[in-house]
């Protein structure tokens, strides 16, 4: 079985910041893709940025950007230039290549982006 | 393109009754996932549905059951409610073929309250 750990209940920062958010995660599988979602007090889960794990490349999207360290389960949220529409839950989350197993998350880290 | 949406957006029920959610996957999309997020907490996987069947399952017990329909919508169904039952339910849509990659998309939710 898989676990996602985000060891950062809540984080503040003002805008316009840079922030890093943590998640580690514990699985024996070779394939494999990790998610950071953004759900904010709408509810809905959106995605941010997606990783698979046998690219050694960073995956970027515009303001948001990961470290992937694959050897040592890591993989990091940046969020540059920070706004105050990125106030939301973090969660990343583990999928098994082929997805029948569905997404593991962690238990989320609370951005606040304070003006 | 049309999003997942679920319905209803709310509920209360007793403890005891029995409920359906019901959720319309995203043009194009032929997998289904359901969710249970707990208040505070990340989500957890319940069931996936591809081709009318349940694909993959989660740690849930057996009154949490599932439906697709031909045209890939679904409906979650949970017996004898309790009331750590009471949580938001998401559902998730993908695409499946193959081994490929099964990114998904979520609805907003339908919030649960068990009485």
């Known amino acids: 079985a898989q676990t996602v750990t985000q060891s950062q209940p809540e984080m503040s920062v003002q805008e316009a910041e840079t922030v890093t958010l943590s998640c580690t995660y514990d699985?024996?599988?070779?394939?494999?893709?990790l998610f950071w979602y953004k759900q904010p007090p709408s509810r809905q889960m959106i995605l941010v940025i997606r990783?698979?794990?046998?690219?050694?490349q960073n995956a970027t999207e515009n303001r948001f950007s990961v470290n992937f360290q694959k050897a040592a389960k890591s993989f990091s949220l940046k969020i540059s230039d920070s706004q105050l529409g990125d106030t939301a839950m973090y969660f990343c989350a583990f999928m098994k290549r082929g997805g029948a197993d569905g997404l593991t998350f962690g238990k989320g880290t609370h951005l606040i982006i304070q003006p | 393109e049309t999003g997942v949406t679920q319905s209803p957006t709310h509920l209360i029920k007793t403890r005891g009754q029995q409920v359906t959610l019901r959720c319309s996957s995203q043009s194009g999309h032929n997998t289904v996932s359901w969710y249970q997020q707990a208040l505070g907490q990340g989500p957890q996987f319940i069931f996936q549905?591809?081709?009318?069947?349940?694909?993959g399952r989660g740690n849930f017990p057996p009154r949490f059951s599932g439906l697709q329909f031909p045209n890939y919508s679904s409906e979650l169904n949970v017996n004898a409610l309790e009331l750590d039952d009471s949580a938001l339910y998401l559902c998730?849509?993908?695409?499946?073929?193959?081994?490929?990659?099964?990114?998904?998309?979520f609805g907003p939710g339908t919030r649960l309250t068990v009485l």
């Open positions: 549905y591809y081709r009318e069947e349940e694909n």
């Open positions: 990783q698979e794990a046998y690219k050694q």
């Open positions: 699985t024996s599988e070779s394939n494999y893709y």
């Open positions: 998730a849509s993908s695409f499946t073929m193959g081994q490929g990659n099964n990114e998904q998309f």
